[in-house]
C-alpha cells in the first residue's frame, strides 16, 4: 500500500467519526457525504478510484444534479471508503461491507466482492480450467473465507520478490496472474459489472507493479507472459468499463490492451479488443460500424492461432451482417464460423473463448438465421437454448431474447416481438447488464408506431423503468 493510500484511508476513517458525516447519512445524501470528504482533502478522482464509479456521476452527486438512489449506488460507496457498521446501517445496508467481505448472490451461492478476496475467487475459478457447476462454487466459496488471510500475505509475499528480483519473476506469480485473468474472464459472465470491477482494477494494477520493476527484455518468457495477462485482463476491464458507462476509461483500458499486445507480439489481443468494441454501436443500431470494427478485427487475427476468436468473430460478422440485410454475406461469414467452431476448444484457447460453448454459439445462429427470415428455426433454437442456461448464466438469455424480440419485428410480428422484448428486459434489470440496454431502447423505438397495443405499451413502461433503474446506478 503507498503512503499516499495510508493517508487517504486515515482521512476516511478520521472523517467517518465526525457527527456532521452521521447527518447526512441519516438523510442518505451520498451528495453530503462526499462534499464533506472534498472539504478533508479526498479527491473526487480518489473516490471514483476507490468506489468504481465514474468521476463525472461523483461530481454530478457532490454538485446535486443527480440524485443516487438505487441499492447498489449506496453498497459502491460504502464498501469501496470502507464505512464503518453504523454508517452502513444508517444509509439503510447491511452492517458488514467491501472491506469486510460483503457478498453477492449468484444461484443462491452468497459470492464474495471485497477487493482482494475477489482476486482470489477469480484465481481459484481460473486454475480450474472448466466451468463451475452450483456445488463446486459453493465449495470454493466456503474454502475462501478460511484462506483468504494467508493468501494476502503469501501473495505480498511473493509481489515483493518479483519486485526485489526483476531480472528473475518468480513462476508461481505468473501462474496465479494467468490463472486470476482467466477466473475473472469466467466471473464477468457471473457476476454484474459493478460487483467485479474494483477486483480486475487491482488484479490490472498488481500486474502492472510487477511489470514495471522488470527490465525490457524480449527474451524474457515470464516477463512476456506477464505482458499478455495485462493485454487479456485490460480488454476485459475495457468491456466492463463500457457497461458501466465509463467510456474515457473504457477506451484507455483498450489502448493498453493494444501496447500489450504488439510489446507481447499476440495480435490477438487487438482482435479481442475490437470485437468488444463492436458491441457498443451494434446496440445503438449501427450494424454497419459494428461489422467494419469486426472485419478489422479478423484481419488483425492471424489464421489458425485462435480458432475459438475466429469463431467467435465470424459469427459477430454473420449476425451483423444479417441486420444489415445482406443474406449472402452473413451465409459466408457464418460458414466461417461453424467450420472454426468444429475445431476450437474454448477451454483450451484464450481466455475470452471460454464463454463460446454450444450454448452461446447457437445464440449467434438464432440471431443470423432469424434476420435472414428463418424465424421459426430461429425461436426452436432459442428456446432449447434458453431451456438450458443455469441462473449463473441469465445474462446470455437477455441477448437471444432480444434477438428474437429483433427478428419478430423484421418481421411483422408485433405482440411476439414485444413479448420477446418485455422478457429479455427482465433479464437485463435482474442481472444489471447495462451493455445491452441499449440494444432494447432501440426495440422500443421501432415498436413506438404500436403503443396503443396492450403487449407493446407494457414493454415500453417497463423500458422505461429500466432506463431510470440505469440511470439511478453507478454507470
Known sequence: MTMDQERVRHVLETVFARQDIEDVCKQRDLGGVIRILTKYGITQGQISNLTGIPQGRVSEYKSGKRVPTAKHTFEAFADGLGMPGHLRRLLGLASSGGAGGARVASDGVQIP??????????????????????????????QLGAQSALAQSEAWEKVSFALSRPSAID??????????????????????????????????????????????DPKDELRQRLIVVAGESSVLAGWIATDLGNISAARNFYDTAEKASKEAGDPAIIACAFGYRSYIPSGKGNHGRARALLSTALQHLPKDTSPGTTSWLAARHAEESAALGEAEAALQSWEEAREAFTIADPEEDRVWTRFLDRDRFDSFAISTYAQIGRLDEAEAVAHEVIARLSDVERKRAGIILGDIATAHIVHGSVKEAAKAARDGLAVIRETESGIWLPRFIVIGEALRRWQTQPPVRAYLEDLAITKRQFSASPR
Open 113 to 142: 466482492t471485497d477487493t482482494f478476496d475477489l482476486q482470489l475467487f477469480a484465481e481459484a475459478i481460473g486454475k480450474r480450467g472448466e466451468p463451475l457447476k452450483r456445488r463446486e462454487l459453493l465449495t470454493l466459496v466456503a
Open 171 to 216: 513462476e508461481a506469480v505468473v501462474r496465479e496472474m494467468e490463472a486470476r485473468a482467466a477466473g475473472f474472464h469466467r466471473l464477468e459472465e457471473m457476476l454484474p459489472a459493478h460487483t467485479i470491477f474494483r477486483g480486475l482494477a487491482a488484479h490490472l494494477n498488481e500486474v502492472g507493479t510487477i511489470l514495471n520493476g522488470t527490465t525490457t
